[in-house]
Every structure is written in C-alpha cells, then in structure tokens.
C-alpha cells in the first residue's frame, strides 16, 4: 500500500463516508472550513470543527451541491462566514430559484448567504496560510479549486478523485460543459500539486496518476455526449437513493417521473414518447445506435402537435444499468453506486439521510441514519 501523502501540521482532513463530502479544517488565527458536508450531518461537522479549533472563522464552498453547504446554515448562525464562487454567490445573493441546484436535484440546503464572492486569482488566508482560488468550472460553472504553493495543495472540490470526475449537466449548463470540466482539470494539472485533496473518495497517493486517469476520462465525456448524460443521471439517482435511505420499488417509477433532471435527460437523449391530438397517433423514440455511430447530442424540440414530453424511457433504462436485483422491496444506493453510478435493489436500509426532504419541507425531521466516522488526517498521522 502507497504511503498517505503528508499533509502540514495546520490542516486536518476528514474523508467522510459518502454521501458527504470531505472537509478541510486550516488551523491558525482565522480557523477556516472547506465544505460542510449534508444538511443532515451539519451538528456533527459543527461539532467536529469546535473540537479541533474551537471557534470556526471562515467556512469555503467549492461549489453549492448540498453534500458541500449543508453544515453552511448553522456554522453561519454560530459566527462563520462564508465564502464562495462568485457566480455562485450572485445567485444566492439574488435567491434565484435554481440555488444549489436543490429543487432541481430534489436535495436539501438550508438557506444561507455567501458573505465573500470569490474571484479567480483571488488570494485567502486561511488559518495561517495563504491560499489562491482557481476557477474550475465544469461540475458546475462556479465550481473553484483552491492553491496552496508552498505546500503545493490542491483542493480539487469535485472535479477529480482518486477514481472518477465530476459529473456535468448539459441540459442546464450546456452541451460544452464537459469541454470546460476538461479544461479545467487540465489547468490544475498544470499547478503539479503535491497533494490532492478531494471531495469524495482517499487522498490520491499519485497525483501524477489521477491526473492522467482524470484527463482519460474526461475526454472519453467530452467524446460520448450521451454517456455523459447517462452518467450524470446515475450519479444523481444514486444519491437520491443514499440520502433517502432507499426508495421503497413501487415509488421509484414516479419518482423519478417527477423529476426535471430525468425529462432533461429523456430530452438530451432523445427518449421521449409524446402523446399526439391525433387518434392512434403516439410518436416514441429511442434510439438505439452503436456509441461509435452516434450523431452530435442536440436538445430534443418539443413535438410540433403540441403533444406533452415524458420522460418513461429513461428509468425503464436506468433500472438496468448495473442493478444487482436482490431480495427485498427498497432500491439503495451505497458508496459503490455513487462512484460508479450503479444502482442497487435491496432490502437494506441505505447509508445517510438529510433533515427533510427539501428546505422548506413542513415535514417532521428525519434523524440521519447514523453513517458517520470515515478517516481524519492531520500532518504525517492517520485515525479512523
């Protein structure tokens, strides 16, 4: 087994278990927080940073999913600031309906501001470091990095792991999306950083080699559109699943019927059946072709006879996409599903759960699972 890459004694790294993302804690004058983790874990990622720091001065987004501002709400109402992209933060500032991407995603964030936008070049000290932000969009477009070069650090949020990228919405970001989540790795992978620091998944012990397995797979989402919208709709699923605690089977169908992601993605890949005015006139479409015969991605138009688009294709394929049918009536999603998108039938309750169902839900709490612990690195030493 490699050796875990040393971190300096003034940073101590969580890797928490999915669904969460990992936090950073920066000791020094100002004690400073890079992601937050769920909504349903964010008493826990509190108390964890006033154990190692006591009071928490500033709290970093890489970008605004909730397994990385969930903790965001309550750290602020405890004195925290927090900082984020500045596309992100105008958003926010602005309380656009598509915030954190939490209605569409059907993920909750409680509300919070963005005290500090953060621009490219920009430098932050950080506990007693000091820190560049580097713009990496892609994942989403305020997605950012963050640089230190004495220590050569990379927090790289979402954009890469030690086993995957990010995925990227073409429907609401784009069709070049995964054009910029390349470009952007590409740019990190410039700074040569010692150390990677991800989101999801262990500390990279070749920053060399996740590179290159980043970069290779990047392009392979550049080159195959419609995987991209495959993957991006499995991942999504999977997480659903995980802060769920599983969806009982007879309500996955119309879940997923419900979702807006779903019908982007039914749209994208042309699986669409619309219902014609005309008598026994039903148009569906789903093409089957080799991948290496594919045609450019394009949005699909909505039928000209003014026919509603639903999205059934979509979770009759996704059921297949490395579904281990097991006994039991819940479909779960572990930490497996959600680095390889697959999707899993079981029994078995799954592994985290957010306070509720969305922000504004007048629904009683749901106490999280209990999926807690994972790995905690400070300077050379490692603890679970």
């Given at each position: 087994m490699s050796p875990q890459p040393s971190l300096p004694s003034w940073a101590t790294w969580w890797q928490r278990p999915f669904p969460d993302a990992n936090t950073l804690l920066l000791h020094g004058q100002q004690p400073a927080l890079v992601d937050t983790g769920f909504v349903g874990h964010a008493e826990e990622t509190a108390a964890w940073a006033r154990a190692h720091v006591g009071e928490l001065g500033l709290v970093v987004n890489t970008h605004w999913h909730s397994d990385h501002v969930g903790g965001n709400a309550l750290l602020q109402e405890q004195g925290a600031t927090v900082a984020a992209g500045a596309p992100e933060a105008e958003a926010i500032g602005r309380r656009d309906p598509g915030c954190c991407a939490a209605e569409y995603l059907d993920q909750p964030v409680a509300a919070y501001t963005v005290d500090v936008p953060l621009d490219d070049g920009q430098v932050l000290r950080l506990g007693d470091a000091e820190w560049e932000v580097v713009r990496t969009p892609g994942h989403t477009p305020g997605h950012l990095a963050l640089w230190q070069p004495e220590e050569r650090l990379l927090v790289a949020g979402d954009a890469l792991s030690d086993y995957d990228v990010g995925w990227v919405n073409l429907a609401v970001?784009?069709?070049?999306?995964?054009?910029?989540?390349?470009?952007?790795?590409?740019?990190?992978?410039?700074?040569?950083?010692?150390?990677?620091?991800?989101?999801?998944?262990?500390?990279?012990?070749?920053?060399?080699?996740?590179?290159a397995a980043a970069l290779r797979r990047a392009q392979r989402l550049v080159d195959d559109p419609d995987g991209t919208v495959w993957y991006g709709a499995r991942r999504i699923f999977a997480f659903a699943l995980m802060i769920r605690d599983g969806i009982p089977t007879d309500d996955v169908e119309p879940y997923l019927h419900a979702r807006a992601w779903v019908t982007d993605a039914a749209q994208l890949l042309d699986l669409t059946r619309v219902p014609c005015h005309r008598a026994g006139h039903d148009h569906a479409r789903q093409r089957r072709r080799h991948p290496a015969r594919r045609p450019p991605l394009r949005r699909r138009r909505p039928h000209t006879c003014g026919g509603r688009v639903t999205a059934r294709a979509v979770p009759a394929r996704m059921a297949g996409f490395g579904a281990a049918l097991t006994r039991g009536g819940t479909w779960t999603g572990g930490p497996a599903a959600a680095r390889s998108g697959s999707l899993v039938r079981s029994g078995r309750a799954g592994r985290c759960q957010p306070t509720s169902r969305r922000p504004d839900s007048s629904a009683p709490p749901v106490r999280p699972s209990g999926r807690t612990g994972g790995v905690v690195v400070q300077a050379s030493t490692t603890t679970t």
């Open positions: 970001d784009g069709l070049e999306a995964a054009t910029t989540a390349l470009a952007s790795l590409e740019r990190m992978a410039d700074l040569a950083p010692r150390v990677i620091l991800p989101s999801h998944g262990p500390i990279p012990a070749d920053p060399g080699a996740a590179f």
